[in-house]
Each structure stands twice: as C-alpha cells, then as structure tokens.
C-alpha cells in the first residue's frame, strides 16, 4: 500500500466517524452527549460517562481548531454545549472537602457513580483547556503563573459557587499522586503497598502536554511535573529491558503475582507516542531510542497474536493465563494506539520495519473494526476477530480513541508525503 | 442415560474435586487458602480472596459434617486453619466504626482491599456458621435469643478485642441491608437510586438457610428476613412474568437502560434452587410453582445458546447487546447452578421435561468444563465452547460452586434413587 493511498482512505474513515456522533450522540435537551450508542445508532442507554463527555469536548474542540475542514458551527455549537454540562454537573464534592468529578451521571446530570481513582478529573481537565483554547475564555484556561512557590501545592476548599477549571483541577490531581491521595477516598490498607501503574503518570503527561501547547509560561510551569511523568513511565520496563509491566512498585521494582507480571501491550504502545512527542519537543535522543525501541517495538512484538492476528488485551509476563476475563480479545483502542504509535515512530526514525508494522496493523485493523453498513467502528472482537460486542458506543468506547487516531495518522501522513521522502 | 450412572459419575467428579484442592490449596505455613492455581496445579498468585476463604472453609465443613467419606482429619484440619485465618486477619474496621470484612489479603493477611459491598462478610458468616457446627464452638454460631426484641437491630461499635462471630456479623449485614448502608462506604449521590440487586436478598436468604438448620429457635428469629428475602427475590420476576431481571428498584418496578434490562441466568437459576428449599421446608406449593416456572423453567430457556449450546453469562432482555466484556463467555458457575436447580425441580414436581434439561445441561457441562488431565474444571470458555482462560482457581473462582453442585446433586439422585421412582 502507498502512503498517499491510506491517507484518503483514513481522511475518508475520519470524516464518516465525525459524521456519525454529529448525528446520533447529541443531547439537544440536556446538553452533553449520549455514548451508548447500539449498531445502527440507536441510544440503548441514557447514562452519561464523565470520561466519554470530556474526551468528546477535546476531541470536538481539537479537531475545529486544527483542521480546517472540521470548523464547522455545528462542531463548536456541540463542544460548547458538553463543556457546559460538565461544568455545570460533573464536580461532586468528597467527604474530605475537595472536588471529585463523577464516573457517570443520569442524563439529566445526576451524580450516579464516583470512581476512586483520578481519570474524570483528567479528562475534565483534558476538556476544558482545549475548549478554552477554541473559545478564548481564560476563566477555562491555566494560568502561566504559579499560584505559590511549590508548583504541586494545592488550592484546598475551593468555594462551591466559583468555577473550578482545568488549573485548579489540575493541581488537584497532581496533589493526589505526588503529595497525598487520601482525597480519592480509597481506604488505606496495611497490604496495599503504593504502586505505580502505568495509566497515572501516561495520563499525567498527557495533561501536561495538552496545557503546555503554545503556552511558554505554562510549559515551565511544568516542566518538572513532565520530567517526573516521564521517569515514573520508564520505570516500567523491566526485566532487564525485556518487557514493559502495567504495574510496579513506587521505587521501581517488580511486584509479586498477577499484579506485577500484568502486560496491556496497547497501553504501553499509547505510552510510546506519548514519550516519542515528548522526545521530539526537546530534540532528546535518548528518550526517543528508548520509546521506539521499549514503548513501540517491544509491546507490538510480545502484543501480537500470531495464530489469529490482532493485539492481545492482556497478557502475563511469564505466560500464565491473565485473570481479566476479555485478555484475549481483540478492542479497537489498543490498534488505535499501535497505528499512532508506530507511524509516529516512523515518522521520527525511518526505519523501514516500522512502517511495516504499521501496515499489518493497519490491515488488521481496518479489515475487522469499522462497519461500513451501520458507520463507525465495533469495538470489540473475539480473539479470533469476529464482533463480539456489536455497539458503537458504551460506557468505554466514544468519540475519543478511533477520530483521535485517524486525526493523528492523517496529520503524520501529511507531513511525510509534505516531506517527499 | 440412566440416574445411576449419573449419580456414579457425579460421585467421582467430587472424589477427584476435592483431592484437587487438597492437594494443591493449602497454605500450611499462614493457614487459609491458596486458590489462583493454574491448569496443573501450579499456585500464580498468593493472595488471598476472602470470599473464597470463607467458601472453602464452608464446603470442607459442610461435607465433613454430612458425607462420611469425607469425615477425614485432614478435611477438618484444614477447615479449621482456614476458619483461624478468617478469625485473624478477615475483619478491619471501618471510618464509621463498623466492621468490614476485606475483599483481598496478602498471603500473610495483610488487607489489600475493601469492597463497598455486602458480600465478603456473607461468606465469612456462612464459614464460621458451618464451622461451628463442626467444631461445636458456642462462640462461633449464632445465638437463638435475640439479642434485642427488633431483630433487624444492630450491635454497633465492637469491640476490636472480642471475636466477632456469624451472629454480630449477620445482625450488621441485616443493618446495612434494611436499616443504613452507610456503613458500606459508599458515596450518597443524588442519581444513586436504590436499587433491589438479585445477589443481595439471595445471599441474605442462603444465610438464613445456613443458621436456621436444625436451630429451631434461631429460624424463628430469621423468619420474618426470610419471608422479606423471599418477597425482594420475587420482585425480579418482570414484564409480566416473562423475564427475570438482576435489577429492580426498590419497590419492585423496572429500571432505566442496561442496568434495567440486565439478566443473568445462572444468578436467577441459583435463586430458583434457593426458593425450592424454602418452599420445601415449609410445604409452599405457591412459592414451588413459582420457583420452578420462573426462576428455573424461564431463565433456562432464555439463557441457554441455542446456536452453541451452554449458558450465557449476561442477557439484555431486549436483545441489545450487553456492555459486558464477557456477556457471551460460558462459565462454570451457572452450569453448576442450573445442574442443582434443574434437579432439585425435578424431584419436588416429577415434570419429566426438567430431567430432559437436567440432562441436556449435564452433558454440556462435563463435556466441556472437566479437565481430566489436570483435575478439576477450566472456569470460562468462549461462547464457541474453547478454554478461553486455563486456570482452575483464581480471584472468582475456588473450592465453592463446583463441590457444591456435585454435592447437591448427588445427594438429590440418591434421595431419587431411594425412592425407586
């Protein structure tokens, strides 16, 4: 396959998944966006998922502001309108007097469910400051300024009636994983030794990367916290460089049973474009070494199911058989991740293997997920890749992962093809 | 095939069962259960679930106390560290000054997690309950005089020195069922609505089962929660007595979108087993037709894949496809339920018709579950029938449903069998 060939037919993939959630996933009543969305685009389930409305709010606002084809009212009309409902409904107070936002809420806006753990607030986060970079309203914004000295100090006690925006949400994450997580609300257990998994400094990163964009004063701001994000991913590869473990000890080390040998082969793919931006903004060699060689060739090789094609969900460093019931199937954010991943490793490498790579999994990929009777993509296969969830949505799966890698590809694809190479 | 035959091979299957765990589960340096073990055998991870510990616990007693080949000093023995392990590290206290039994220990019974549930404390009630019977040990049963006339009355604020037994631990877990769950943990939240969960009156129902046998004073005590169990359990019965639901709200009316719609056969077939004992011990005729027509006849038939065969995890009961990963995965549990329920009905009525899928579940089951070369049965297959996950224990999966149902079905089929029907 040419380069010039897959980027029409990812262009093309884009514009008929935008098209989709245009139409099916609006709440034109309450505001926010409907996720559970079956087949045919039907809604099966009201419930609005925090993590799902805040990533459609970036997703909306990145793509209006940064591709001129998408800058359309009806796309800044509907980020608009999620933004509002977020703000408006899905901060709920804890017992320890911060803010946490919601897992779920009712259509109306309910609180229903508060997971205790740190993603609604980064995707809040993740929300706000792109739609305030879309809008230009600075109560959204970060502020370049630190607040005090210490840049993971906290603003504790916020008033109820004032905006809470991605700063000081912002600084409240930070807060719960680098000072004191008792706000979370997880009971502290003599057996439950501190770890470090993945998801939290990935996610981190990815926050700092977002408020960080054009933003010079912010980007020193932090600068440390990202420097720390980045040590905290590499403490991941383990075994002497032969493997990538989900979860590790707060220094570093293995941890005991299923914990410590877990393996998410698309988590650590999503880590190594993560670390191969961050490389590139600094011009730093060795990170980039390391995220092409640990992050990207490393997981795709182990992650890959030679009998039946496609990447494992989960595997066991030492080959037992993972506990998650799903290890052995085949969801499409993992391929998402892996098609970024390895074209951006590509992109900055030239090596002639990667794109390769890219190109299995781009036959994977768009010959078993996309639907082309009913649009958008099934999220979940067997492992022998046959549709074993047949919606289009759910409490997981919205507008985030599939547009956010077609966006991604088609912007690489047009730089390589810019770069004639 | 004949019910003698059945009965010999059910026999054998518990024989080879239990020397499986004996063999392979047993911590004889902490006390407790060893129970992620792999396909041969082999321990992958030393924590320890609570809910198994305290099933084990219950199964070992239960056959020592009724089944004379399985009166062994070793059974014993083993129950009783296990029972001690329970008794040492089980409990922690929670912030609202209440006891809370923890999800996961570490091998040495260090707490690893809370759950905000009921259902750890459910199983530590039943261990110490059967143990108690075994050993005789006053401290562990349940007291036949209420300790206050109320009898959904709570003893609050223990304390930590004293051993807390199957009755303080019952009369908390009637609190937090019909008084106040605050004590669970969980966040009150305005979408939060409360909801009437299958598991929860089923559970409580099995424990009044437990404590009442043979304890004419201490069923009096329970009547009233049992007949209130009953009547929670009947509220799944929905859409016109068409279908169970897993989920009602609390005053027994549908709910809203997949939570609503959720069925799960095996849960309603164990349910159904449980009210065929209740209507038995009291000559119910009302709750026996609707025990076998409703919750064994119905979620039977629905539940059973007539493309593969075996029984689906999760159904919607209007065909959407559930959001669970492992909505169509076939378990070990559910056939093990259906095994009991299927038979038990059978013997109360005679239909001819549940032998039939007596049978047609039996075949299904050995077929595909066993593993005779390692022992034991494998836990999760694919839809298809395939060994989806190899292990023979892990964090769901111990010395509970397997010898349960082999139990209960052969002592059906010899009662079967005596009367020369």
Redesign the interface.
């Known amino acids: 396959m040419q380069k010039h060939e897959c980027r029409q037919h990812i262009r093309a993939q884009l514009d008929s998944v935008v098209d989709f959630w245009l139409k099916y996933s609006h709440d034109t009543v309450h505001g926010g966006f409907f996720t ?1 969305i ?2 045919d685009g039907n809604i ?4 609005k998922y925090v993590w799902l409305q805040g990533r459609q709010v970036w997703m909306y606002c990145r793509l209006y502001r940064t591709v001129d084809r998408f800058r359309k009212p009806e796309i800044l009309k509907a980020a608009k309108a999620g933004g509002a409902f977020l703000r408006k409904f899905a901060r ?1 107070s ?2 320890s007097g911060q803010w946490k936002c ?1 897992f ?3 259509r109306d806006g ?5 997971q205790r753990s740190i993603f609604s607030e980064c995707f809040y986060v993740m929300a706000m400051d792109e739609l305030s970079r879309v809008t230009e309203d600075q109560d959204m914004q970060v502020r370049a300024e630190p607040t005090k000295q210490d840049s993971v100090s906290v603003v504790i006690g916020f008033q109820t009636n004032k905006h809470l925006e991605a700063e000081q949400m912002m600084e409240q994450l930070i807060h719960w994983v680098r000072v004191d997580g008792s706000g979370l ?1 997880r ?1 502290q ?4 030794v501190p770890t470090n998994s993945m998801a939290v400094p990935m996610m981190l990163l990815c926050l700092v990367q977002q408020l960080s964009e054009d933003r010079r004063g912010v980007e020193q701001k932090y600068a440390e916290l990202g420097s720390w994000c980045v040590q905290q991913i590499l403490q991941h590869v383990q075994r002497d460089g032969a493997a990538i473990l989900e979860n590790v000890s707060a220094d570093g080390s293995e941890l ?3 914990l410590g040998r877990l393996q998410n082969p698309g988590h650590a793919l999503e880590a190594g474009w993560f670390l191969l931006q961050y490389a590139a903004e600094r011009g730093d060699e060795q990170i980039q070494t390391t995220a092409i060689q640990k992050f990207v060739e490393l997981p795709y090789e182990s992650g890959w199911d030679k009998a039946h094609g496609g990447l494992f969900y989960f595997l066991d460093v030492d080959g ?4 998650q ?5 085949k969801l499409w954010w993992p391929h998402s991740e892996a098609l970024i991943a390895l074209l951006m490793a590509y992109s900055q490498s030239r090596k002639a293997e990667l794109l390769q790579s890219f190109f299995q999994v781009y036959e994977y990929t768009f010959s078993h997920f996309p639907d082309p009777a009913g649009g958008e993509w099934f999220g ?1 296969l ?2 022998e890749g046959k549709v ?4 289009k949505g ?2 997981f799966k919205g507008f985030f992962h599939v547009p956010r890698c077609l966006y991604m590809c088609e912007r690489i694809l047009d730089d390589l093809l810019a770069s004639k190479e």
Chains 1, 2 share one sequence.
């Open positions: 559970c079956g087949k099966y389930d009201e419930l709920v804890s017992s919601a779920c809420l009712t309910k609180a229903v469910k508060v609300g009971p257990l003599p057996g439950d005991p049973g299923c037992h058989c993972p506990t019931l799903e290890w052995s199937m979940y067997t492992q074993a969830l047949d919606f759910g409490p």
